[in-house]
């Protein structure tokens, strides 16, 4: 296994409630009755390939008008139970005990607290105090695989360290009854909640990381962002987030190359992001469609769960893992429009 940051078996830590796709059709159906263009939006909602999702509150809940304050305290709350829940699931999983963590990453973009999610969980957790603390919030869907690039660089700096990602996303906070843009109609289809987490160490088996990649592509601030109001966050994306995507895809097979990564990767840990993402990224790189058959189940059962899809889509991997030294790839988007991909093989 040698002295490299391994990447353990992650945890994953689903809400109660259960939401079918057809469910949330009917009720923007019913929310937007007189809406122009009521049919190009539900069949957009449909084209998701979202089946079902978890959420926090149930969606008679969820659908019901709340203050920005009321959002974040539910945040604040359901946030923290469901992080310490999938953090303690992520320590059993490598052996681990919280003595034992020194660093702690914790990603989230679906809501604000001061202190952090992290302080708050490190906290209930009983985490040392020395323990070092990153929180990134504004990474969006890229987080998951933002957080192992990030731990990468931590474990070149500090040999031996051992490291805890938490990743804590309550989308279904961000719905808003009033809003009826197609943004609006398509994130009320997609999004889903839950939390993942995953130790980092060099002594386990799991994927071996190797090396990180990340791109910003200039003039696309607005392709993935929120708008923020009195009431909170409003979701929007451009449909030529595809695009943007498809235009990433030469610069990151040229960086492969470059680094001697796996320009045909053996297996691959993809964000969802939606079925047209996954087309272009299929398409860009020449990875065949089949490879992306754990993140189609992860997005048809619990939806796009941004910074917490690699985690559930490495966490199917370990099921039937691949072949020690087989190389693999994670990759995923989210605002700015970022483009973050990590190489890696498996390592038993």
Not at 60 to 81: C, K, L, N, S
Not at 209 to 214: C, P
Not at 267 to 273: A, D, E, P
Request: with cysteine; charged share 20%; net charge negative.
């Amino acid at each position: 296994m040698g002295n490299m940051p391994t990447v353990c078996r992650p945890s994953l830590s689903l809400p109660d409630h259960v939401v079918d796709l057809d469910d949330v059709v009917l009720h923007m159906q019913h929310q937007h009755s007189e809406h122009p263009r009521l049919g190009t939006a539900l069949r957009l909602m449909r084209s998701t390939s979202v089946a079902r999702r978890h959420l926090i509150d149930p969606l008679e809940i969820v659908t019901t008008p709340r203050t920005f304050g009321q959002r974040m305290r539910r945040y604040a709350e359901e946030g923290t139970r469901l992080g310490v829940s999938a953090a303690k699931q992520a320590l059993d999983e490598a052996d681990t005990v919280c003595a034992e963590i020194d660093n702690l990453i914790v990603v989230s973009c679906t809501g604000y607290l001061l202190p952090g999610l992290d302080a708050y969980i490190a906290n209930q957790m009983g985490l040392e105090s020395r323990v070092r603390r990153l929180s990134f919030t504004q990474v969006g869907c890229a987080g998951g695989a933002y957080s192992l690039a990030r731990a990468q660089e931590l474990h070149k700096a500090h040999t031996g360290a051992v490291t805890l990602i938490v990743a804590v996303e309550l989308s279904s906070l961000s719905y808003q009854a009033g809003d009826s843009s197609i943004a609006s109609f398509v994130s009320t289809a997609l999004f889903g909640d839950a939390a993942a987490a995953v130790v980092i160490r060099d002594d386990r088996p799991g994927f071996q990381l190797n090396d990180a990649y990340e791109d910003l592509t200039h003039d696309s601030l607005g392709h993935i962002s929120y708008v923020v109001d009195e009431l909170g966050f409003h979701f929007d994306t451009n449909p030529r987030i595809s695009r943007i995507v498809a235009n990433a895809m030469p610069q990151l097979k040229e960086w492969l190359g470059k680094i001697g990564g796996p320009v045909d990767p053996e297996f691959l840990i993809s964000h969802t992001g939606g079925p047209r993402i996954m087309h272009e990224v299929s398409k860009g790189l020449q990875i065949p469609t089949d490879m992306f058959r754990l993140s189609e189940k992860s997005l048809q059962g619990r939806g796009n769960t941004a910074s917490v899809v690699v985690f559930d889509v490495l966490r199917q991997t370990f099921e039937d893992p691949p072949e020690v030294g087989d190389s693999g790839l994670i990759i995923a988007f989210g605002p700015g429009v970022t483009t973050v991909a990590v190489t890696g093989s498996w390592v038993g």
